[in-house]
């Protein structure tokens, strides 16, 4: 598997997220709002901080920069420190999930999630492709290497997603009660 399916493949799995994510704020009962989305605040912080970002931000973007393309003002944003925006955003949402503001919890979750699901589909556009391009083969499996290195030493990805499973599991038994 090269760099980009790896890629690829968490960021579908933030994007199955952020859609269980939707369907938690829909959730009218604030106490089961509440227990719901505190998972998926978890999942994503995790996730993307300890996993995802730092595959981006330390192994395939430094790749790209490499190769000194001129490419557009976005796809420089894009192979950028653009991560630490949501490192706030979330810290933001955990802050105000502990003040148990049910209100601004969801307006808090719901823009993030927005910019998580948009900034992973121009991931998946721009950078994605253009490092499909640019990359030859060995780099590719060279980063994809790394890619693994780092998810072992850092070690429960697995139980992580698994995790996230059991709450999207638990969100669509709950979605279905009449």
């Known amino acids: 598997m ?11 799995l933030l994007l199955q997220a952020v859609e269980t994510a939707r369907r938690i704020q829909k959730i009218s009962d604030n106490d089961t709002y ?7 605040i978890l999942f994503f912080r995790n996730f993307t901080e300890i996993y995802h970002h730092p595959k981006e931000d330390n192994i395939l973007y430094p790749m790209l920069r490499k190769h000194k393309i001129n490419k557009s003002e976005e796809f420089i944003y894009e192979v950028g420190d653009n991560h630490d925006e949501f490192k706030r955003m979330i810290a933001d949402i955990e802050n105000t999930y502990l003040f148990y503001n049910c209100e601004q919890l969801r307006k808090t979750t719901a823009i993030y999630i927005q910019a998580l699901a948009d900034h992973v589909r121009k991931e998946n556009q721009i950078v994605l492709s253009v490092a499909g391009s640019l990359l030859d083969l060995e780099e590719l499996e060279k980063a994809a290497k790394q890619f693994e290195l780092l998810d072992e030493k850092i070690g429960y990805k697995d139980d992580l997603i698994n995790d996230y499973l059991k709450i999207e599991s638990l969100n669509l038994a709950v979605e279905s009660r009449p």
């Open 34 to 40: 509440y227990t719901q989305i505190r998972g998926i």
């Open 2 to 12: 090269t760099a980009i399916n790896i890629l690829l493949e968490e960021h579908n």
